[in-house]
C-alpha cells in the first residue's frame, strides 16, 4: 500500500492501455483487466460524461494553450499547494514524513501537467480511477480529497488570471478547467462508490454488451476502412498521423514500464535531385524499396512510418541508444545495398528514467538528422578515402 499518493488530486503513477469493451470475461480476475474496464467505462460513456459537463474541444484547446504559463509556473505551485495541505494537521499526519511529501510533490507535478496536456484519454481516465483506488484503500475520507481540489482549482485559477492578459481568454481557461475537475471528481468518486452502484453496474453491463455488439456489427464493416487510414500507400508502413498514436502509446507503455524507447529518424540524401533528374516514378519506387527494407529490417514490436516525403522514423520499444546505433547501421547498409540510396539518420533515447514528450523527441531526432546531413554534405566535397559500407551516426541521446 503506497500512502505516498494521499490526499492529492494526481497520482505519477501509469495506467493500463484502454480496455477492448467485452474483451475480458465476466469471471476475468481483477488484476487481469483495467480500472476503465471493471467500471464498464468504455469510449462511449467517456464521451457522454464529458457531453453532459459540456466539456468540448474548445475546452481542450484553451487548457491546452495554457500549459507554457502553468509550466513556467508549477514549481511554485506545487510549493503552495502542500504548503495549504500541510498546514491541515489530519493530512500533515497521515504524509507522515519528508520521503513521502517528495512523491507527492512529484505526482503532483505531473497531475498538473496531464490537467493542460490537451490529451483526455484512456490513459488519463485510468490514471483518475487510479486516485479514487489509492485513496479508498487507505481509508481516506473523500472530505479530504474534495478540499484538496478545491485548494489546487484556487491556485490555478490565481496563476492563471496573474499571467494571461486576455480577459476572454482567462474567461474560457477557468470554465476549461473547471469542467475538467468535474470530470475527474467523477472519476474518483466512481471507484469511492462503487460498492453503492452494484445494481446499477449490472443494468448498465447489461446495456455495454447490447451496444457492443452494435459496435461489432459496424466494427466488421468498417475495420478494413480504418485500417487502411493508417498506412501510408506507397510504403505500406504507418502514416504521419498513426506514428504519432503510437508514438504516444509506446512513451506511455515506456513510463509504466520504466523501460528505454529509441526512435531513429531518417530522410534519403539528394532525393530530390533523383526526383528532378529521373522523375517522380522512379522516386516514388524507391521510397517503395525503402519502405520494404525497413519493414523487413525492423522487429515486430517495432513501429516503423513514412512520415512524409522522403523521411521515415522507426521506434525502437526497449532498446538503448547503443542498440539503437547497431539497427541504424545495419539499416543503412541495406539502404545503400538494396536500394542504391545514402540515408542522414538522427538518433535518441528516452527512459528509462526522465522521458521526453513526443514533440521534443522529434525534435531532438530532426535536429540530430540534419547534423549528419551536414557531415555527409561536407565529406561529398572532399575526395573519398576508400570504400566502405555508410554509416549512420548519431549523437548521444
Not at 449490472?202 to 451496444?211: D, L, M, Q
Not at 498514436?245 to 540524401?269: M, N, V
Not at 538494396?338 to 535518441?348: D, I, K
Request: aromatic share 6%.
Amino acid at each position: 500500500m503506497d500512502s505516498g499518493r494521499f490526499a492529492i488530486p494526481g497520482d505519477a503513477a501509469a495506467a493500463a492501455e484502454w480496455p477492448d469493451e467485452g474483451a475480458a470475461p465476466p469471471s476475468a480476475r481483477p488484476t487481469e483487466r483495467t480500472l476503465a474496464d471493471q467500471l464498464q467505462l468504455h469510449h462511449m460513456e467517456i464521451a457522454r460524461r464529458k457531453e453532459i459537463l459540456g466539456f468540448t474541444p474548445a475546452d481542450v484547446a484553451v487548457l491546452a494553450a495554457a500549459r507554457p504559463v502553468i509550466d513556467q509556473q508549477l514549481e511554485a505551485i506545487v510549493a503552495e499547494f502542500y504548503e495549504r495541505q500541510t498546514a491541515i494537521e489530519e493530512i500533515s499526519l497521515i504524509i507522515g514524513d519528508a520521503e513521502t511529501l517528495r512523491r507527492l510533490r512529484a505526482a503532483q507535478r505531473e497531475y498538473i501537467a496531464d490537467l493542460f496536456s490537451g490529451f483526455y484519454d484512456a490513459d488519463y481516465v485510468n490514471n483518475r480511477l487510479r486516485i479514487g483506488q489509492v485513496h479508498k484503500r487507505l481509508g481516506v475520507e473523500p472530505k479530504y480529497y474534495l478540499s484538496a481540489i478545491k485548494a489546487l482549482k484556487d491556485i490555478l485559477r490565481a496563476t492563471i488570471k496573474a499571467r494571461v492578459e486576455d480577459p476572454q481568454v482567462v474567461a474560457a481557461t477557468l470554465e476549461a478547467l473547471d469542467r475538467l475537475l468535474h470530470f475527474d471528481t467523477a472519476l474518483v468518486f466512481d471507484t469511492y462508490i462503487r460498492s453503492m452502484l452494484l445494481e446499477l453496474e449490472a443494468a448498465r453491463e447489461r446495456a455495454v454488451r447490447y451496444a457492443h455488439s452494435l459496435e461489432e456489427r459496424v466494427a466488421e464493416r468498417t475495420r478494413e476502412l480504418a485500417e487502411m487510414s493508417r498506412v501510408d500507400a506507397l510504403t505500406g508502413l504507418l502514416n504521419q498521423r498513426a506514428f504519432h498514436e503510437e508514438l504516444r502509446r509506446e512513451l506511455a507503455r515506456a513510463k509504466r514500464d520504466a523501460a528505454p524507447l529509441a526512435l531513429a529518424w531518417f530522410d534519403i540524401d539528394g532525393f530530390k535531385a533523383i526526383n528532378d533528374a529521373q522523375g517522380h516514378q522512379r522516386g516514388d519506387e524507391l521510397l517503395r524499396i525503402v519502405g520494404r527494407v525497413v519493414a523487413s529490417a525492423k522487429r515486430d514490436v517495432d513501429v516503423a512510418a513514412r512520415h512524409g516525403g522522403d523521411e521515415f522514423a522507426v521506434l525502437l520499444p526497449g532498446t538503448p541508444h547503443e542498440g539503437a546505433r547497431l539497427f541504424a547501421m545495419r539499416l543503412a547498409c541495406r539502404l545503400q545495398e538494396e536500394a542504391g540510396v545514402r540515408v542522414s539518420m538522427g538518433l535518441v533515447q528516452t527512459g528509462p528514467e526522465a522521458f521526453d514528450g513526443p514533440d521534443e523527441l522529434l525534435r531532438k531526432a530532426d535536429q540530430r538528422m540534419y547534423a549528419e546531413k551536414r557531415v555527409h554534405a561536407k565529406s561529398r566535397r572532399r575526395p573519398p578515402a576508400g570504400g566502405g559500407a555508410p554509416e549512420a551516426e548519431a549523437g548521444a541521446a
